[in-house]
């Protein structure tokens, strides 16, 4: 059940089109600190460390 949840974490974070769109409007602030964790949301899920 724990590998479910895990699983379903995963892909809720990495494979949904709703962190997608958060992404993309956080990329696209003009808000210098938004985007910034825009960018670093998207290094994150290509493999990236996120600190």
């Known amino acids: 059940m724990f590998k ?6 995963y892909w809720w ?5 709703t962190i997608d769109r ?3 409007w956080l990329v696209n ?5 938004l985007s ?3 960018i670093k949301l998207w290094d994150y899920r ?3 460390d996120f600190l």
């Not at 479910?4 to 974490?9: A, E, Q, V």
């Not at 974070?13 to 089109?17: I, R």
């Not at 602030?29 to 600190?33: A, G, S, W």
């Open 4 to 9: 479910k949840m895990l699983d379903n974490l």
């Open 29 to 33: 602030n003009r808000l210098e600190t």
């Open 36 to 38: 910034r964790l825009g």
């Open 46 to 48: 290509m493999g990236g």
């Open 13 to 17: 974070f990495c494979e949904s089109s």
């Open 22 to 24: 958060l992404e993309s």
